[in-house]
Every structure is written in C-alpha cells, then in structure tokens.
C-alpha cells in the first residue's frame, strides 16, 4: 500500500468547514483513497472512499487531485462530535488489510 | 443488526494465564481481521481471515493464534499472557469486495499483570 502523510493535528470552529488535507503521491493506478476516524476511546468508523472522482456521503465529501496524489476530506459542518483521530488510507478495494499511520488530530472548538 | 460484538469490554489477567477475546458479527462480511492499538499509536494488524476456515498472519501475529469455522466467529487466543500484550484489541469485519468499508468494534480493554 502506498504510504500517507497528515498534518498532526489541526483545529476547526463548531459549525465551519473542516478540511483535512493528505498526501498519497506513490498511490497506484488500482488504490483507493479510504477515510477512518476514530473517537476516543471507540473503534475506528468508516467515513467514504474513492478511486479519482469526487465523493460525497451523509458524512463528508472526498476530493482527488486530478494526479491522484493528494486529497481532501471535507466535514460542511464540524460538530463537536467530530473531534477524532482521521485516518487517510490508500489501499487496493478488495485488500484485506488496513495500515493505520498517525492520523490527523481533529479538535472542534465551541 | 448489531454490526461487530466483542466480548469482553474489559479483562485482567496474570502474566501466563490464556483467554479468548470473542468477535461475531451479523453482516455476512467475508472478511474478518484483528488490530491492536497500544497508547498513541495506530493499529496493527495481528491475524486476518478471508472467509471460513481461512486465516493468515498480520503485521504482530506473536503470542496470539486465531481460527475460523463459522462466518460470522472470529475469536482471538492469547497462548500466554504477557504485559507486552496490554492493548486495547479491535475486531473488524469487511465485505470482500472493500465496499463500505471495514465495520469495527468497540474493542476489548486487556491489562496483563
């Protein structure tokens, strides 16, 4: 799998936008871009995925650089709730493992 | 639909005592795979299964066997216990196609002593 790198925290004000930047400028033609997060204490939690298009869910949307080699997960509106560890993975879809870096520090201020 | 269940939350052991951390879930994932997360620090990946009767070995797989006879029964043997093992252990179960995404569980806390 190819290999990630995340600020190691950032902040984000109730409310605003968070965007969480990641890098992935050795991913391959076959991974995709995964996106976890992990509240404290809880097991990690699915956020969305995608190949080269822009994604978007109930959660968050997922934007890819044209090149593929970086991309950025967007929360439209941070709650305090979303105050987690982010993880950004690039792996082939139907591989069975996960490799976990450090992730993103997010802390939502009121 | 519970997703992943892990049992139990929480468990002591003496240094050399054996234990069965159990994980079942009810999605029909193919897919099932143990992670320990030690303080500040990512999960590693310890055994995986791609199906029943399948398993192989992760990234930290000493200490701890695994088997698969059901699809939805994944349980986690440590042989025995040592502090090196003082982690907080995830089950997560996928479908073998990657969509959706791993489904994880709200971990088992373990203190060797």
């Known amino acids: 799998d190819a290999k990630t790198t995340q600020p190691p925290s950032m902040d984000c004000a109730e409310g605003r936008a968070a965007n969480l930047p990641c890098n992935h400028s050795?991913?391959?033609?076959?991974?995709?871009v995964y996106w976890y997060r992990q509240i404290h204490s809880q097991g990690p939690q699915y956020i969305i995925h995608?190949?080269?298009n822009n994604e978007t869910n109930e959660m968050a949307s997922l934007i890819i650089t044209e090149d593929r080699k970086s991309s950025t997960l967007i929360l439209p509106h941070a709650t305090l709730r979303d105050t987690a560890v982010y993880y950004c993975?690039?792996?082939?879809?139907?591989?069975?493992?996960?490799?976990f870096g450090a992730g993103t520090t997010v802390t939502v201020r009121a | 639909n519970a997703g992943v269940t892990q049992t139990p939350k929480f468990q002591v052991l003496k240094t050399g005592q054996s234990m069965t951390l159990q994980c079942a879930q009810d999605?029909?994932?193919?897919?099932m795979s143990w992670y320990r997360q030690d303080p500040g620090m990512g999960l590693r990946l310890i055994h995986y299964?791609?199906?029943?009767?399948?398993?192989d070995q992760g990234e930290v797989p000493n200490g701890y066997n695994v088997s698969r006879s059901t699809t939805e029964d994944f349980p986690l043997r440590l042989l025995s216990a040592a502090p090196s093992q003082t982690s907080v252990y995830f089950c997560?179960?996928?479908?073998?196609?990657?969509?959706?995404?791993?489904?994880f569980g709200s971990g088992t806390r373990l203190t060797v002593v």
């Open positions: 995608g190949l080269k």
């Open positions: 050795t991913i391959s033609g076959n991974e995709y």
């Open positions: 993975i690039v792996r082939v879809e139907n591989d069975y493992k996960l490799s």
């Open positions: 997560a179960s996928s479908y073998s196609t990657g969509a959706g995404g791993y489904t």
């Open positions: 999605m029909n994932h193919e897919y």
């Open positions: 299964s791609v199906g029943a009767g399948i398993t």
